[in-house]
């Protein structure tokens, strides 16, 4: 996994604190044009050929951050006539993602290839355990790669560790297949395969996989003073920042929404429905029940998977909850999630009770831009305290414990957890998904209640965080014991 602290994440950051710093003053229609010349000055030493070409690409991550497709992108317009016309935007448009070609770097497809580290050793396991007899030694090994199926056998073999796998990354990232190149060689996404999960924009180690910002939309939301605003913060925004309880309320509340909810709220209602409807399911004989928060997770069975289609519980999301009980409250007002998730801004052009989705990386850049440090905040706790296991829904494994403490009688429990919807995690689900339509025997074990998240780690791992998930476990934690006892 690519560390999240690196210039690609730095550069994006950079983008979305100047758009919203211009936005807020008022000038984002003339001031826009020269983010791009302002990050490469003339006299800076180039990444690419030339500082034109930087600017050029930074040109294109400047629409991307302001909402636009760059596939759909007109070259001879302005920057500013494009800030212009997506401060009177109606809503944000799909796909949620964009590929930007020219930072794409049209990698090689992935391949095994032998390192000097190679000994040409006697024992040879390399070519002896290759199945196609595509390695040949001389004093070194050599891979035929016409011959080569990719299958690893001889770097699992090597003694020396002399042979290294390279990668394309965001295709390697991908676990179902959504992305292959074109006739040129570059990558392209098929949005009727993709989950949405984010791997490969987190991935790409060239920032060519971009999602589509809705921070432009959302200031101006908020700088609409006959709007009121609602922040909804998914409990792994609360571990994204050292900070007590109440503290992100206030920061919220200074940079300018009306009033903030916590989605843990949300989770609790979710955990409730849940436990709920998997005793009702047991009781009429159902297999298995699956959990249905994780969107990217919900959308991977529905396209890929349906033999467990049935087994997806019909629960929605903390996301829809919270945001039923924000527009119970204040209707009329817009609702906006905040979120570690690319899945959820999907989800949300499907919830019409949720207006937009903004990242922690968008949130973290407006605090930035309104000078805002959350740390030093005074704490405002939220009126409703959510329990510990509804706020604990970030974690791998979260859910599935909320669910069980809701039970009548958790003996009837077979607990398991999917944790990362990796290629492995793909297998276990259509392993599942063979057993639920009745294709290959139930086994005696098989579990009836299963976790599934795409991220490795839980949401505190989401592809658009701010900080690392073990640092974010840690503070999750402190989050957690704040919150009210969960009564069974």
């Not at 001879?76 to 448009?93: D, F, M, N, Q």
């Not at 004989?285 to 990217?296: L, N």
């Not at 005696?444 to 299963?450: A, F, G, Q, S």
Request: with cysteine.
């Amino acid at each position: 996994m690519l560390n999240i602290n690196n210039n690609t994440s730095n550069i994006k950051r950079e983008i979305l604190v100047r758009i919203a710093r211009l936005q807020l003053e008022g000038r984002l229609e003339e001031g826009v044009h020269f983010i791009p010349r302002e990050m490469a000055p003339r006299n800076s030493v180039p990444m690419r050929c030339c500082i034109y070409h930087d600017r050029e690409i930074l040109r294109m991550r400047v629409l991307a951050r302001m909402g636009w497709s760059i596939e759909d992108v007109d070259e001879e317009r302005t920057l500013g006539s494009y800030a212009k016309e997506a401060l009177v935007r109606e809503k944000p448009t799909l796909p949620m993602l964009t590929v930007l070609h020219d930072a794409c770097n049209a990698c090689v497809r992935s391949h095994y290839m032998v390192t000097n580290a190679c000994q040409g050793c006697y024992a040879r396991p390399c070519m002896v355990n290759c199945p196609k007899k595509a390695i040949t030694v001389d004093r070194h090994a050599h891979i035929d790669e016409k011959a080569c199926i990719n299958c690893g056998l001889c770097m699992q073999n090597c003694p020396y560790h002399a042979i290294i796998k390279i990668p394309v990354p965001c295709e390697e990232s991908c676990p179902v297949g959504a992305i292959s190149k074109d006739e040129d060689g570059h990558e392209k996404i098929d949005y009727d395969k993709c989950i949405f999960c984010g791997n490969c924009m987190r991935e790409c180690p060239f920032g060519a996989m971009m999602d589509k910002s809705q921070l432009v939309d959302v200031i101006g939301k908020i700088m609409d003073k006959g709007k009121k605003v609602v922040a909804m913060y998914a409990p792994a925004i609360s571990s994204q920042f050292k900070i007590l309880p109440g503290q992100l309320e206030s920061a919220l509340l200074s940079a300018g929404f009306d009033r903030v909810w916590e989605v843990a709220v949300g989770a609790d209602i979710c955990a409730d429905n849940e436990a709920r409807e998997f005793e009702e399911r047991m009781e009429r004989g159902d297999k298995m029940m699956t959990t249905s928060c994780c969107s990217a997770y919900v959308r991977a069975v529905r396209v890929h998977v349906p033999d467990l289609n049935p087994c997806v519980s019909e629960t929605r999301s903390p996301m829809h909850y919270t945001a039923e009980i924000a527009k119970k409250a204040d209707p009329g007002c817009v609702t906006v999630f905040i979120g570690p998730c690319l899945a959820k801004r999907r989800e949300a052009f499907d919830d019409d009770m949720v207006d937009y989705v903004l990242s922690a990386e968008e949130i973290s850049a407006l605090f930035e831009a309104k000078n805002i440090d959350v740390a030093k905040t005074e704490a405002v706790p939220g009126s409703i305290i959510p329990t510990s296991s509804g706020r604990n829904f970030a974690k791998s494994g979260g859910v599935a414990e909320a669910v069980r403490l809701r039970l009548k009688d958790d003996s009837i429990l077979r607990l398991a957890k999917i944790n990362g919807l990796g290629k492995g995690g793909m297998k276990m689900l259509k392993a599942y998904g063979l057993i639920n339509a009745g294709k290959i025997p139930t086994p005696k074990d098989c579990p009836n209640l299963i976790e599934v998240m795409a991220c490795e780690g839980g949401c505190i791992a989401g592809p658009s965080v701010i900080t690392n998930p073990k640092q974010a476990e840690s503070q999750l934690d402190k989050y957690v014991k704040g919150g009210a006892q969960d009564t069974i």
